[in-house]
């Protein structure tokens, strides 16, 4: 990852203050922008207020009452080519509503698919939030609310940029343009590759935009060039045939909970770094990520020292990162005097660029039946696995991304890698293969998504739709 400042398309004329070449329309965009943010912004509190969940275990009626409101959104443009789609699970249940809508090209012009996600992350713990999670509320810059940044706020960046080059451009807009905003993102997207199967030519396009990411930070935009892959599983150590009890048989023989941890704790070493051999780590980021604003964002603790070796960045976004993310015990306020025969633990890691998910598997299967603790059992279950991503920065749609986010913010934008993943992205290469992807976003690094308190900065938002909007008339010229 590096920051850029030369990305500058050829056909755009006249100096800026940024030194790249200023787009004739961009004050016409911005006006326009302008003159409907208000009724962009009443759509987003109107979108924030449905809980649209698509976990099984909720209701699946605010989903598709999502989904409808925002088909509503899409056909309110002038669109007439408004669908809600869907595909089912495995065991036959639907999956999420998707919403897709097309403008076709003009003969000979390129076609751009913007993706976005309506499902939300549920609410969690209402009293961590200092407002109501589905009240949209606007304090001191940000709108509050779940779903205020991730990702509604995507699906409104997507629809007042077009609507804006649709009124400024007129009849000259011969771009073609798709929507694909999906309903069940938030539950893993269970259904995404046989719904790109089944509708494969629908969704087609030259370029995609993927509006589920991160800026730099408030005020700096950036273009994600890396997504993390990841593989998960759970390990299961035994060491006995049942429960005993810990006074009459503790001592010679130690529980499968402490024979777990020690197990786990062979997962990194001393220094934090990730100590399963045959993974892919570099240490190549060159944007400066400051250890006290990884603190601040993280909410590290005073005192606790940061893991592993290199710099931040890399840490974030070139190097795996492994962590238990369940681990299944007694509860405390139950738990008996007893040797546990068995314990399990669920592990989630987070792959470098360029590693193969199922070589990443395997690496943690051999390890940890080779760090077995005092001869136990241990049976290794792999999970769900993901590729990553990284783009390529020297392509035409890049180019043209970098200088419309630098033409919207006044700042050079810059590109960075992103320590999450978002495994569609690898379907979305597999069956395109010649398709330029971009993902952009318009979180930033207190957005706080899937948290209490999830917000959106409302001054990156409206510049995430001027940025869009430029990219689109750009495109409009063709690639």
């Keep these: 990852?590096?920051?850029?400042?030369?990305?500058?398309?050829?056909?755009?004329?006249?100096?800026?203050?940024?030194?790249?070449?200023?787009?004739?329309?961009?004050?016409?965009?911005?006006?326009?922008?302008?003159?409907?943010?208000?009724?962009?912004?009443?759509?987003?509190?109107?979108?924030?207020?449905?809980?649209?969940?698509?976990?099984?275990?909720?209701?699946?009626?605010?989903?598709?009452?999502?989904?409808?409101?925002?088909?509503?959104?899409?056909?309110?443009?002038?669109?007439?080519?408004?669908?809600?789609?869907?595909?089912?699970?495995?065991?036959?249940?639907?999956?999420?509503?998707?919403?897709?809508?097309?403008?076709?090209?003009?003969?000979?012009?390129?076609?751009?698919?913007?993706?976005?996600?309506?499902?939300?992350?549920?609410?969690?713990?209402?009293?961590?939030?200092e407002t109501a999670p589905f009240t949209a509320v606007e304090k001191n810059g940000r709108l509050y609310g779940r779903g205020a940044a991730d990702d509604k706020a995507g699906i409104m960046a997507h629809i007042a940029a077009y609507a804006a080059v649709s009124e400024v451009l007129g009849a000259g807009l011969g771009l073609g343009v798709t929507f694909f905003f999906e309903g069940e993102e938030e539950a893993g997207s269970p259904t995404f590759r046989p719904f790109l199967e089944a509708h494969r030519e629908l969704l087609r396009a030259d370029v995609i935009v993927v509006a589920d990411s991160s800026n730099w930070k408030v005020g700096v935009p950036a273009l994600t060039t890396s997504l993390r892959g990841l593989v998960d599983g759970t390990i299961e150590v035994q060491v006995l045939k049942h429960a005993v009890h810990s006074g009459m048989f503790g001592g010679p023989v130690?529980?499968?909970?402490?024979?777990?941890?020690?197990?786990?704790?062979?997962?990194?070493?001393?220094?934090?770094?990730?100590?399963?051999?045959?993974?892919?780590?570099?240490?190549?980021a060159t944007v400066d990520f400051p250890e006290a604003d990884y603190r601040a964002d993280a909410s590290v603790l005073d005192?606790?020292?940061?893991?592993?070796?290199?710099?931040?960045?890399?840490?974030?976004?070139?190097?795996?990162?492994?962590?238990?993310?369940?681990?299944?015990?007694?509860?405390?306020?139950?738990?008996?005097?007893?040797?546990?025969?068995?314990a399990r633990a669920k592990f989630s890691l987070r792959l470098a660029p360029g590693q193969v998910p199922e070589e990443a598997m395997e690496a943690v299967r051999r390890h940890v039946e080779a760090h077995a603790p005092f001869g136990a059992k241990v049976t290794f279950t792999p999970g769900e696995s993901g590729n990553p991503f990284q783009t390529d920065t020297s392509s035409a749609a890049a180019g043209l991304a970098m200088w419309a986010l630098g033409e919207a913010w006044g700042v050079q934008a810059v590109e960075t890698g992103i320590g999450g993943s978002i495994p569609f992205i690898a379907d979305l290469t597999e069956l395109y293969p010649d398709v330029q992807i971009l993902v952009t976003g318009v979180e930033d690094p207190d957005s706080r998504a899937h948290s209490a308190n999830e917000s959106l900065h409302l001054g990156d938002f409206r510049n995430a739709i001027l940025a869009e909007a430029l990219l689109l008339s750009r495109l409009n010229d063709g690639l």
């Excluded at 062979?266 to 570099?282: E, P």
């Excluded at 974030?316 to 007893?338: C, M, Q, R, Y």
């Design 1 to 129: 990852m590096t920051s850029s400042a030369t990305a500058t398309p050829d056909n755009i004329d006249g100096p800026t203050p940024l030194g790249l070449k200023s787009n004739p329309v961009t004050e016409d965009l911005r006006a326009a922008i302008d003159r409907s943010y208000d009724a962009t912004l009443a759509r987003l509190k109107e979108l924030v207020a449905i809980p649209g969940i698509a976990w099984p275990s909720f209701d699946r009626a605010p989903l598709e009452r999502s989904a409808e409101a925002v088909a509503e959104l899409l056909r309110a443009t002038g669109l007439e080519e408004v669908q809600i789609l869907g595909c089912n699970k495995p065991d036959g249940t639907p999956g999420g509503p998707a919403v897709v809508a097309r403008r076709l090209a003009a003969e000979g012009k390129p076609t751009i698919l913007l993706y976005a996600h309506h499902d939300v992350q549920p609410a969690g713990d209402e009293g961590l939030w």
């Design 254 to 284: 130690l529980d499968a909970p402490t024979l777990l941890s020690r197990l786990i704790a062979t997962l990194h070493d001393d220094d934090g770094n990730v100590a399963v051999q045959g993974l892919v780590a570099f240490d190549n």
């Design 303 to 342: 005192g606790v020292r940061l893991a592993g070796s290199g710099s931040i960045a890399s840490r974030l976004w070139t190097k795996p990162a492994l962590s238990i993310i369940g681990f299944d015990a007694p509860a405390v306020d139950v738990a008996s005097n007893t040797l546990l025969p068995r």
